[in-house]
């Protein structure tokens, strides 16, 4: 086996910042990928893809494609998570930003329904699908990339920079939108301004693999292999020994997922179709709360080095329970600056969690399983959370005309996941032997 020799101790700074920047940057593109789904499937893809039906039939099946690709993510977990704990962090990353680029590259392409017929919204679909496996195993490698490069008492801070993927892609997709929705009159958005944003993602890619292709393999993945414990199914060997991990990494983050999946795409629909909102409105009030999360996601991050992740979790899960009728409160004013105070709050208590969300979920697992682990518990809750929120809000509103079912629902995922974190087992030692991962005789590599 070839093991990559480790850096000079004057050279570990730098690939530590190298590590940071690859990893960053990657989780951002592919995050902007993904969000950029979303904001089309709130505003344009109901009358593109499935113009024939009635508007709330509309949003909901243009919803649905966006779940698909939430359903999708866990098997992109499993995949690239066996790839990553049997290969590497660095190439497995590779993989994934080619993947999530050329599908949303070709959604850029795809005809409407009007010129396709149904082959449209079934291309769209599979396409969603490929988006979901791409970021589905992109999570757990780039967070692990920055956490493992890392010393143990910053673990915090270093893997919640790869969570800025999230606040940048939220600002570059919603950014590039309201470009284009600003710069295309009449009809011309809905035509073909909106293909705009997703065909530059190919441009984005390229910088995206430029910096991931210079950066080496983590120092912990590297002691694994020198160690040779290895471990031959991952998957099944952290399903097997630690489920009660993988079960409440997911569960604690409903009350994370879900919210932020209201609060940055069933808000766009809430606010046009209920509220009468400009849309480029509340595009701007995204922009202003996602510009926010380049400061507090890392900062809670921090705080969890000094204070505790579960602490600062806890208080994030709290803080969000608090806000649900508050934050319907002040979008139903119609008010511009109660609407931004609104979108900000959201995002701010949704970065409580975030920031040491990674860390959190990801020290659970030994370094030799830690990208299965790590990635499906994450993962699976884009099944019960992040995926079927905006549908379960959409239904909700439809059937009873007002919010307060929503804000109910809200309150719901926050008790769930305060009962998961308080069953969420401690983390795992930081690369265990073959003994202490799985047995030798059945998992670990000889």
């Known amino acids: ?9 004057e050279a570990m700074q730098r690939h530590r910042r190298r590590a940071v920047v690859a990893a960053t940057v990657g989780t951002a593109i592919e995050w902007y990928d993904f969000f950029l789904y979303g904001t089309a499937a709130a505003l344009v893809f109901p009358h593109v893809f499935f113009p024939g039906a009635e508007p709330y039939t509309g949003v909901l099946a243009s919803f649905a494609t966006q779940f698909v690709g939430f359903a999708a993510r866990p098997l992109g977990a499993a995949i690239f998570g066996h790839v990553g704990d049997r290969i590497g962090r660095k190439s497995t990353l590779v993989t994934t930003l080619i993947l999530m680029g050329a599908s949303t590259f070709l959604i850029g392409l795809l005809p409407g329904y009007a010129t396709f017929g149904l082959a449209a919204p079934l291309l769209l679909v599979l396409l969603r699908v490929v988006q979901g496996i791409g970021v589905g195993g992109e999570w757990g490698g780039s967070v692990l990339l920055s956490m493992e490069w890392g010393s143990e008492r910053r673990r915090g801070l270093m893997a919640s920079w790869p969570q800025l993927g999230v606040p940048l892609g939220l600002l570059a997709s919603t950014g590039m939108v309201k470009l284009m929705n600003a710069t295309t009159s009449g009809d011309a958005f809905d035509s073909w301004g909106w293909r705009i944003p997703f065909l530059a993602s190919a441009v984005l890619i390229g910088v995206g693999l430029y910096v991931r292709l210079r950066v080496l393999e983590s120092p912990a993945f590297t002691e694994v292999k020198q160690e040779r414990v290895l471990v031959r199914q991952p998957v099944w060997s952290v399903l097997r020994h630690q489920p009660l991990t993988v079960l409440t990494s997911a569960f604690v983050r409903m009350s994370e997922q879900a919210p932020f999946y209201l609060f940055i795409t069933f808000v766009l629909t809430y606010g046009t179709k209920e509220l009468g909102l400009p849309r480029g409105d509340l595009l701007n009030y995204t922009l202003v709360a996602a510009a926010v999360g380049l400061v507090s996601v890392p900062l809670f991050g ?14 994030g899960i709290v803080c969000t329970a608090a806000f649900a009728f508050p934050y319907f409160g002040l979008l139903d004013t119609g008010s511009s600056g109660l ?5 900000v709050l959201s995002l701010v208590f949704h970065d409580i969690q975030y920031g040491p969300q990674a860390a959190l979920i990801a020290e659970g697992f030994g370094t030799n399983v830690r990208y299965s682990g790590a990635g499906l518990g994450y993962q699976l809750a884009s099944v019960i959370a992040g995926g079927p929120a905006p549908l379960i809000a959409t239904a ?10 929503v ?8 008790a769930v996941a305060m009962i998961a974190l308080l069953l969420m087992p ?16 059945t998992d670990a590599e000889a």
């Open 407 to 414: 804000s109910w629902y809200i309150i719901g995922c926050c």
């Open 396 to 405: 909700i509103l439809e059937h009873t005309g007002s919010s307060t079912g």
């Open 1 to 9: 086996m070839t093991v990559q020799e480790s850096p000079v101790p």
């Open 426 to 441: 401690r983390p795992a030692p930081a690369t265990p032997a073959p003994a202490r991962a799985v047995p030798a005789s």
């Open 339 to 343: 609407v931004l105070l609104a979108i």
């Open 302 to 315: 921090h705080l969890s080095d000094r204070f505790g992740r579960r602490r600062i979790y806890g208080i």
